[in-house]
């Protein structure tokens, strides 16, 4: 059964601590896969697509990476404003991860 | 053409009452999806449309549940005989479909709550 899967719930960082967050799928013929962020009381927001393996995308303190059966969100040197839920997705498949939650303390 | 619109952005209604949502998507988006998240919880997939047609519906849409997009453009979710179980965040998405692969572009939501 296609699935996506995303770790840890919860991440709580101390400002300027770099970590990742991983989003592992077993969807076969992968097209696409799409992180998004989302603020309380909010629609998700766009971030990257990725299309293949090894592919990787840079915006601001975000990178996100891609093998054959995961994805990585690495936050370096976060801010307390990246405080929010990352959500991941894979296109043509309308299933979303749980999301992770993350507050960066100041 | 901002983005995805969804109205109302909040909507308190006792149990059994029912509710209708509407969603504009973009103009130029051909697909258009409605999801529900609770508290906690990724986004859940309800049902979407390419164009008029709905291709395709969640096994979470009850009978009670129902969507039309009439003319391919804005798209109406109602519940009927609302129970407390449907609050959520009800989140119209809108993507264009036969161009490649296209991202998800998401409304602002409207909050249910079943009292």
């Known amino acids: 059964e296609d699935q996506v899967t995303q770790s840890p719930e919860a991440l709580r960082l101390q400002e300027g601590e770099s970590s990742s967050l991983n989003c592992s799928y077993t969807v076969s013929g992968l097209r696409g896969l799409f992180w998004y962020r989302q603020d309380p009381g909010k629609g998700p927001e766009f971030l990257f697509t990725?299309?293949?393996a090894g592919e990787e995308k840079e915006k601001e303190r975000l990178k996100a990476t891609l093998t054959k059966k995961e994805s990585f969100l690495h936050i370096t040197a976060p801010k307390p404003e990246d405080s929010a839920t990352y959500l991941c997705a894979v296109e043509g498949q309308f299933y979303f991860g749980t999301g992770t939650s993350l507050t960066v303390i100041p | 053409d901002t983005g995805v619109s969804q109205n109302p952005r909040h909507k308190i209604t006792k149990r059994g009452q029912n509710v209708t949502f509407r969603c504009d998507p973009i103009?130029?988006?051909?697909?258009l999806y409605w999801y529900r998240q609770t508290l906690g919880q990724g986004p859940e997939f309800l049902t979407y449309?390419?164009?008029?047609?709905?291709?395709?519906k969640s096994r979470l849409l009850s009978d009670r549940f129902s969507a039309e997009r009439p003319k391919g453009s804005f798209s109406t979710l109602e519940i009927q005989r609302t129970e407390q179980g449907d609050s959520a965040m009800y989140l119209c998405?809108?993507?264009?479909?036969?161009?490649?692969?296209?991202?998800?572009?998401f409304g602002s939501g409207t909050r249910l709550t079943v009292v």
């Open positions: 990725l299309y293949s």
């Open positions: 103009s130029e988006h051909n697909r």
């Open positions: 998405a809108s993507s264009l479909a036969g161009t490649g692969i296209s991202s998800y572009t």
């Open positions: 449309f390419q164009n008029e047609a709905q291709l395709e």
